[in-house]
């Protein structure tokens, strides 16, 4: 299990970026002093944003199911020189999520920088009222981001607000939100409610400080095609595979290091991530 730092006393004026502007790590390091939350940690797009918001200097909680994939992530990042705090909760357990938002709190401060990232894919025919199936996409696709909107948004309103600089939601969409792919009606519906909750909290969240994007990525090759069984969307895959590659997770990992870097003036609300290949 990693060690988290514990924050700074209130009374104690020094800010970590204040460190980094000093030493002229600031470049190298754009979010030192920030405190990053991903959800979907263990594997694919979350390690490795996790890894990369550590590089470039945040603190980072990781959240996922697998406890162990955790610890050993935390422990790739602590050897590099960073900060992790493993954190193993369902996000689809509204409390579980609640109580590790206290715990982010107590030892690492308020997250300013929250990838909502945890999701599944698995696309089925619509006649086979796979119910089950269609269950476990909205918990976790809607209901989950819906848990970490309402455990982590407080602190991010009260970072940007006492801090004085911009906090960060980035929520993962995909490009199913608005495109048409048979047998993943229930996916794409998932990601449109995912692209459209994006734009409306922003309208209450940005004059508050905290900007808010949808990342709507194409084709990243990650865990998610692994839980598909359906065979013409095996063969779908396979066949977009061979026409073009894929991107791969360090690429919407750079990313999220880029949205979370631009200046306090800027928010990409809705951004599009294809393979150069993919129309």
Same mark, same amino acid.
């Given at each position: 299990?990693?060690?988290?730092? /514990? *924050?700074? %006393? ?8 204040? !460190? ?9 390091? *754009? @979010? ?10 263990? /594997? ?8 990369? @918001? ?16 955790? %610890?050993?992530?935390? $422990?790739?990042? !602590? ?12 996000? +689809?357990?509204? =409390?579980?999520?609640? =109580? ?16 909502? #990232? ?9 006649? $086979? ?9 909205? !918990?976790?696709? $809607? ?23 911009? =906090? %960060?939601?980035? #929520? ?17 519906? +998932? ?8 734009? #409306?909290?922003? =309208?209450?969240?940005? *004059? ?20 598909? +069984? ?7 895959? $396979?066949? +977009? ?7 791969? *997770? ?11 870097? @631009? ?17």
């Amino acid at each position: 299990m990693s060690t988290a730092l /514990s *924050p700074s %006393d209130p009374s104690d004026p020094r800010d970590p970026a204040d !460190d980094a502007t000093r030493d002229g790590t600031a470049g190298r390091r *754009p @979010l030192a002093g920030r405190v990053a939350v991903v959800t979907g940690a263990s /594997s694919g797009i979350g390690a490795a944003t996790a890894e990369h @918001l550590a590089e470039l200097g945040a603190r980072v909680a990781l959240l996922a199911r697998r406890a162990e994939r955790l %610890d050993e992530l935390a $422990a790739r990042i !602590d050897a590099a020189g960073g900060t992790a705090l493993p954190l193993a909760v369902d996000v +689809t357990d509204e =409390a579980a999520v609640r =109580a590790v938002a206290k715990r982010v709190a107590a030892e690492l401060g308020d997250a300013d920088l929250v990838l909502n #990232n945890a999701g599944v894919m698995l696309p089925s025919p619509v006649e $086979a009222v796979a119910t089950d199936v269609w269950r476990r996409q909205l !918990d976790l696709n $809607a209901g989950g981001v819906l848990n970490v909107v309402g455990g982590f948004v407080p602190q991010l309103l009260r970072a940007a607000s006492e801090r004085g600089r911009v =906090a %960060d939601l980035v #929520n993962v969409s995909s490009v199913a939100a608005f495109g048409v792919f048979a047998k993943f009606a229930v996916y794409s519906g +998932t990601k449109a409610f995912v692209s459209h909750l994006s734009r #409306n909290l922003r =309208a209450e969240l940005g *004059p508050r400080g905290v900007r808010v994007t949808a990342l709507e990525p194409g084709i990243v090759g990650t865990e998610l095609q692994e839980h598909v +069984t359906d065979g013409d969307a095996l063969e779908w895959l $396979a066949s +977009t595979r061979a026409q073009h590659e894929w991107l791969v *997770p360090e690429d919407i990992a750079t990313t999220v290091g880029f949205l979370a870097s @631009l200046p306090p003036r800027v928010n990409l609300q809705q951004l599009t991530v294809l393979p150069t290949g993919q129309v």
